[in-house]
């Protein structure tokens, strides 16, 4: 359930047209509704109450600075992949320990800022991390939490780029060499194995793959156990899916259900690290048509949003739902839903049935509050897009559109291509 919904014929979030952003912000932008962020953490939330457990959101997902305030605010942990997310997260004042730091190639930095902040825990992925990571708090003279993030070897069935856990992924450490990886971060003086991690892969639609992963790491941590470790953390990872077109993911109650059965008796705190399923279905990417046109009869809508605002239906092929912001009645047509970038692969749709609408028109890319901002880029010289939070009545531009200085940022041009030609 979302807050974008017709009142008459014209799209609103939550209390607000979104034709009204569009005049007074310019297009493209990203539009978030703070009542269904919030609403999906609480679903997740909840799903989860009766068990001891700690949501991490996985600030990838979308890591605008508001998004992950008021995720604080709820009483959010973070699920951080990098220094500059550990930043974000401080930013907004969070509590560093209820931090899990994943990722396959942490930096010296980057290993030393997270020590610095105190966060609940690395989820280390190879032994030459493991040794890097006792390396640097010996120095700091501290110990690291750490849990060995495992590859359980089960197919998510869901777009190979998002899959983590099979075994040629390039994540985590088979499941088969992780006792003896465990022994050794023993060995490690300034290592503490607290936990076991493991992150399948994103978008599932289904729960067994989450059940077959489960029921590998309990038989670890049983195993760990009598090998003398105490696990007192089982990190989940993300990954549950949203719809974006005809599929039907189960809810997270259905998937906090089966956890709470098959964790049960296991005595672990349980992470999660959810990032698509909380903000996907919570934003939505507002374009406007800059021209059509038919080339020997194929329909092309041409708007002015391109895959470096919005990469996910080049790069995986994804399906987003596109509606227009003023409603009409009209017998709808096939069209390329296009931008303006110089690629052949630059498209939001193909040959999508949407409702013929004309230079000028709005229209809405639906479930793009996950993996939108966030994977944008300036490629084509094109400025970043702005950020707008809804909260009822009112919005706010929580990241404002870039400007030509932002662009060439950082830029220079050395002394010897100045002045006269070479
Ligand atoms: N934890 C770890 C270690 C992850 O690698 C990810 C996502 C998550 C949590 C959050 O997963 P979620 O709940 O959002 O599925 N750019 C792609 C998705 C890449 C996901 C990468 N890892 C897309 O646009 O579909």
Same mark, same amino acid.
């Given at each position: 359930m979302h807050h974008f919904h017709y009142k008459g014929d014209e799209l609103y979030c939550e209390e607000v047209p979104v034709n009204r952003v569009a005049e007074e912000v310019g297009t493209p932008f990203y539009l978030y509704s703070t009542a269904t962020l919030e609403r999906h953490y609480r679903a997740f939330e909840d799903a989860l109450q009766n068990t001891d457990h700690l949501v991490c959101y996985s600030v990838k997902a979308n890591s605008n600075l508001a998004v992950l305030a008021l995720f604080a605010r709820l009483g959010s942990g973070f699920d951080i992949v990098s220094g500059g997310e550990l930043f974000r997260a401080l930013q907004v004042k969070s509590?560093?320990?209820?931090m899990v730091f994943s990722g396959v190639g942490k930096t010296q930095d980057e290993i030393r800022s997270a020590l610095d902040a105190g966060i609940l825990m690395f989820n280390v992925e190879s032994l030459q991390e493991l040794r890097e990571i006792n390396r640097i708090a010996g120095e700091m003279g501290k110990t690291a939490r750490i849990s060995l993030r495992v590859n359980?070897?089960?197919?998510?069935?869901?777009?190979p780029y998002i899959?983590? &856990?099979?075994?040629?992924?390039?994540?985590?450490?088979?499941i088969a060499e992780a006792l003896n990886a465990y022994r050794l971060a023993r060995t490690?003086?300034?290592?503490?194995?607290v936990g076991v991690d493991c992150h399948i892969g994103s978008q599932l639609t289904e729960l067994s793959p989450f059940e077959d992963a489960l029921h590998r790491l309990r038989e670890l941590i049983d195993s760990l156990r009598e090998d003398g470790f105490t696990i007192r953390y089982l990190d989940l990872g993300g990954g549950l899916g949203i719809n974006y077109d005809e599929e039907e993911p189960p809810h997270p109650t259905e998937y906090g259900k089966m956890l709470i059965e098959k964790t049960r008796g296991l005595d672990c705190t349980l992470i999660f690290e959810p990032g698509r399923v909380i903000t996907g279905n919570a934003g939505i990417l507002v374009t406007r048509i800059l021209y059509t046109k038919e080339n020997l009869g194929k329909n092309f809508t041409i708007v002015d949003a391109g895959m470096n605002d919005m990469i996910r239906p080049s790069l995986y092929g994804a399906y987003h739902k596109i509606l227009p912001v003023q409603r009409s009645i009209s017998e709808k047509a096939a069209s390329d839903v296009v931008g303006?970038?110089?690629?052949? &692969?630059?498209?939001?749709?193909?040959d999508r049935k949407i409702q013929p609408s004309g230079r000028g028109d709005l229209l809405a890319v639906m479930s793009?509050?996950?993996y939108g901002f966030v994977m944008s880029s300036n490629y084509n010289s094109r400025l970043r897009v702005p950020e707008i939070l809804v909260s009822e009545d009112r919005f706010y531009v929580v990241r404002s559109r870039e400007t030509l200085q932002d662009l060439v940022h950082g830029e220079s041009v050395p002394d010897f291509l100045r002045g006269k030609a070479l």
């Open positions: 509590d560093p320990g209820k359980p070897d089960v197919d998510p069935r869901t777009h899959s983590t &856990g099979l075994k040629e992924s390039k994540f985590g450490i088979p490690l003086s300034h290592l503490e194995p303006p970038i110089c690629e052949s &692969g630059d498209f939001m749709a193909r793009a509050g996950a």
